[in-house]
């Protein structure tokens, strides 16, 4: 493979831990609910499991329903602002969860949050096309995605002794605070395009637009976001980060499953030991984008990655309590290997989609992402219900998986091979 030279190399240090932290907050206050229900949230408010299930369903709902004109909104006007007013939205959402003394408020302030947090992923995703060539891109998308198993691993140890020291009002407040300092950084270091960044020459800035340019050629542009919705191409992305996200849930799942059934373990060991499969995924991560900028192959760093998660996910759930040790070493192979593809996969899909419908496109794969989540959960929710156990749910899991993986080796590789393809994205809006 040829080697290019890179050019304006400040943009990693400038840009990618200002990403990295906005998406890191994001992500704190959007998973630090697990720790309030297990320190009491559910009792002192009287919630039943029922109610329960839902209040953590209505953050995904309100995350998929807006992320399409959120991305749009930040493709046509401004990412800069957009994130601004998110991060003081939702971190104010989230220091008033714990202030919250009835339950219909708690389900409004939830589903807000996830109407505030739902453009953050792809209006990122597509911040990174802007600044970051094909060469580049799976390493920089993965330094974003590593703001979630990252804030998990440090999550769960902060929070379990924020809960153990204070209670659950107070981490909501004290872990709400952050977001609303860091709008201020974000606003005053920020700049939408390349070309409006003082800390790059006139000539970086022509060579990384030329190359940015250079890159779409193969890639013909489409009418409107109506033909961009209707495309074989993207339907396949967004059906295959829908089924995803179900495994991932699967793996959320049964991570505090199999921890609970170490009784003799206490509640900071449980939060310690949580953050051992995102301290594997964090590694995996970073070698997988490392490789698929190298090799260019994106679907290599993709398929075989979920396959093996799917097979040390249902290993795990079949080895079960009885053999704790190894059933959680399954878990850490299982959570590294589904979160370590999702760098190589976000990388892939501008190499298939036109820029000028990039950032609704990518709103609507993530939104389905989220849609399998939100999906995932009522359905394993019910099957678990309706069958007394959870193997049908862990069967419905693995092959929503399996399914990504089919689907994932159907997509082409590169955007060369997309334009040779019946069915690809430009010829299939040539028709309309």
């Known amino acids: 493979m040829e080697s290019v030279k890179p050019v304006a190399t400040q943009r ?25 229900a297990a320190a009491g949230i559910n009792k002192d408010l009287g919630v039943t499991s029922g109610t329960s299930a839902l209040i953590g369903s209505l953050f995904f709902l309100g995350y998929c329903l807006f992320q399409v004109p959120g991305a749009i909104y930040a493709q ?48 990122m995703l597509m911040y990174i096309s802007r600044w970051f060539t094909r060469n580049e891109r799976s390493r920089a998308n993965t330094y974003l995605i590593l703001g979630n198993p990252v804030t998990v691993l440090w999550m769960s140890v902060v929070s379990g002794y924020l809960v153990h020291s204070f209670g659950w009002r107070e981490m909501f407040v004290l872990e709400g605070l952050p977001a609303l300092v860091w709008a201020v950084v974000w606003w005053f270091t920020v ?17 990384l637009n030329a190359r940015l340019v250079a890159e779409q050629a193969h890639i013909a542009p489409v009418r409107n976001y109506k033909a961009a919705f ?43 030991l949580s953050a051992v499969p995102y301290l594997a995924a964090i590694v995996l991560m970073l070698l997988a984008s490392w490789l ?62 036109p820029s000028n419908v990039l950032g609704g496109a990518i709103g609507l794969i993530n939104s389905s992402g989220a849609l399998g989540a939100f999906l995932g959960s009522w359905i394993v929710g019910y099957l678990n219900g309706a069958t007394g156990s959870p193997a049908v749910s862990y069967i419905f899991m693995a092959i929503s998986l399996l399914l990504s993986v089919i689907l994932t080796i159907m997509l082409p590789a590169s955007s060369e091979q997309r334009v040779k393809r019946s069915g690809s994205l430009s010829a299939a809006t040539e028709t309309h």
Not at 82 to 106: D, K, Q
Not at 294 to 319: D, E, H, M, Q
């Open 191 to 207: 700049k939408d395009r390349p070309a409006d960044a003082h800390w790059m020459t006139d000539a970086e800035k022509t060579e």
């Open 230 to 272: 209707r495309s074989p191409m993207l339907l396949k992305c967004c059906a295959i980060h829908a089924l995803w996200s179900i495994g991932v849930y699967g793996f959320i799942m049964w991570l505090p499953s199999i921890l609970k059934s170490a009784s003799t373990i206490d509640i900071v060991s449980v939060g310690w």
């Open 12 to 36: 990693w240090w400038y840009l990618m831990p200002i990403i990295f932290i906005t998406y890191s907050l994001a992500y704190l206050d959007r998973a630090n609910y697990g720790f309030a």
């Open 292 to 353: 698929s900028d190298k090799t260019r192959n994106r679907k290599l760093f993709v398929w075989p990655l979920l396959l093996v998660g799917t097979i040390a996910l249902v290993a795990s759930y079949l080895v079960g309590g009885s053999h704790f040790w190894i059933s959680f070493g399954l878990l850490v192979v299982a959570g590294a290997t589904m979160y370590a593809p999702y760098g190589p996969f976000f990388a892939l899909v501008p190499e298939l989609i």
């Open 76 to 123: 046509r006007n401004s990412v800069k602002k957009l994130i601004f007013f998110s991060l003081i939205l939702w971190g104010l959402c989230a220091a008033a969860t714990g202030m919250v003394n009835n339950i219909p408020m708690l389900m409004v302030l939830r589903f807000t949050l996830g109407v505030v947090e739902a453009a953050v992923m792809p209006s």
